[in-house]
């Protein structure tokens, strides 16, 4: 161990050495949208690995900060390319089960198979093959809280499914040069997908580590973990701004850092918000959307 905590210490002091050497320039803030006021109890709106969580164990959190900051200095480091030409469309139709990740073509949409695989204690709709959660109860890791899921026109969106990195960031950082297939399995891939509270994903936007962290400081080492492990597996750049904050995150996630024991930190509130109507999609086929009765669909919100 002591061998381990050396070697962490080791690369943690070079990353973080570059980060301050080349300085921290914050990049513009991300898209703006509508946002979800805070519930007051939670009550809100299968499958792949679960996604990871911060369980206070604070030497896997050593070692896995570790291999992310040996990761993290592989990954380039460039300016964020212009935005032009954007549009969600060009990641495909949203929760497509047309994708060849882990949950693909397994006859559900991408949404569900997140709510299946991120809840616990849930009810699926009857007659639709195990797919569809009609309720469950969700561990928020973004925001430390536990929100009571139930599927209806006025519940469904207030538990959303978040891009760890985003699609717009993603867009600027590399995924301009991709072939639609690589783009629609991104956007559905469970590694970059994490259900959470509606408020955190609407206010977390388009942004990056350096504009946004969970309020829930505790899962905050996982979080640009997995940010890392995502733009590595897919070959997307960050900006200096990004890299930085990431490496001092990082940097901190040691038996005393934000991951370890007695350090959790709920979410800092949301102020109430008037919600102005979301431009959303069609509603998508079979039992992607939501809704009071089982058998009609509504949209939730999705673009980012």
């Given at each position: 161990?002591?061998?381990?905590?050396?070697?962490?210490?080791?690369?943690?002091?070079?990353?973080?050495?570059?980060?301050?050497?080349?300085?921290?320039?914050?990049?513009?803030?991300?898209?703006?949208?509508?946002?979800?006021?805070e519930p007051?109890?939670?009550?809100?709106?299968?499958?792949?690995?679960?996604?990871?969580?911060?369980?206070?164990?604070?030497?896997?959190?050593?070692?896995?900060?570790?291999?992310?900051?040996?990761?993290?200095?592989?990954?380039?480091?460039?300016?964020?390319?212009?935005?032009?030409?954007?549009?969600?469309?060009?990641?495909?139709?949203?929760?497509?089960?047309?994708?060849?990740?882990?949950?693909?073509?397994?006859?559900?949409?991408?949404?569900?198979?997140?709510?299946?695989?991120?809840?616990?204690?849930?009810?699926?709709?009857?007659?639709?093959?195990?797919?569809?959660?009609?309720?469950?109860?969700?561990?928020?890791?973004?925001?430390?809280?536990?929100?009571?899921?139930?599927?209806?026109?006025?519940?469904?969106?207030?538990?959303?499914?978040?891009?760890?990195?985003?699609?717009?960031?993603?867009?600027?950082?590399?995924?301009?040069?991709?072939?639609?297939?690589k783009r629609?399995?991104?956007?559905?891939?469970?590694?970059?997908?994490?259900?959470?509270?509606?408020?955190?994903?609407?206010?977390?936007?388009?942004?990056?580590?350096?504009?946004?962290?969970?309020?829930?400081?505790?899962?905050?080492?996982?979080?640009?973990?997995?940010?890392?492990?995502?733009?590595?597996?897919?070959?997307?750049?960050?900006?200096?701004?990004?890299?930085?904050?990431?490496?001092?995150?990082?940097?901190?996630?040691?038996?005393?850092?934000?991951?370890?024991?007695?350090?959790?930190?709920?979410?800092?509130?949301?102020?109430?918000?008037?919600?102005?109507?979301?431009?959303?999609?069609?509603?998508?086929?079979?039992?992607?959307?939501?809704?009071?009765?089982?058998?009609?669909?509504?949209?939730?919100f999705y673009?980012?």
């Open positions: 161990m002591q061998q381990t905590s050396s070697r962490w210490y080791a690369v943690a002091a070079a990353v973080v050495a570059a980060a301050l050497a080349v300085g921290c320039a914050a990049d513009g803030p991300g898209a703006s949208f509508p946002t979800v006021a007051p109890t939670g009550s809100a709106a299968g499958p792949p690995a679960p996604a990871p969580a911060d369980t206070g164990e604070p030497h896997r959190i050593e070692q896995q900060s570790n291999e992310a900051l040996e990761k993290l200095a592989t990954i380039p480091i460039k300016g964020r390319a212009p935005k032009t030409g954007y549009d969600r469309r060009q990641f495909g139709e949203r929760w497509t089960d047309d994708v060849s990740v882990p949950g693909g073509r397994n006859g559900c949409d991408t949404r569900n198979d997140i709510l299946r695989r991120d809840l616990v204690d849930i009810e699926l709709r009857p007659g639709s093959n195990g797919c569809a959660v009609l309720s469950g109860t969700l561990h928020d890791p973004y925001t430390g809280t536990t929100i009571e899921f139930r599927r209806g026109r006025d519940t469904s969106a207030e538990v959303q499914i978040d891009h760890v990195v985003a699609l717009s960031d993603a867009w600027q950082k590399g995924a301009q040069q991709w072939d639609e297939v629609r399995n991104f956007a559905n891939d469970p590694m970059n997908l994490q259900a959470t509270a509606g408020w955190a994903n609407q206010q977390k936007g388009d942004g990056d580590a350096a504009t946004w962290l969970p309020p829930n400081r505790s899962y905050r080492c996982t979080y640009v973990s997995r940010i890392v492990d995502i733009k590595s597996a897919y070959g997307l750049w960050m900006t200096q701004a990004e890299h930085d904050a990431i490496a001092r995150i990082l940097a901190g996630c040691g038996p005393s850092g934000p991951g370890a024991p007695g350090e959790a930190h709920p979410l800092q509130p949301a102020p109430p918000a008037e919600v102005a109507p979301a431009s959303v999609p069609p509603a998508p086929p079979a039992a992607a959307g939501s809704g009071t009765d089982p058998t009609v669909l509504y949209p939730v673009p980012n």
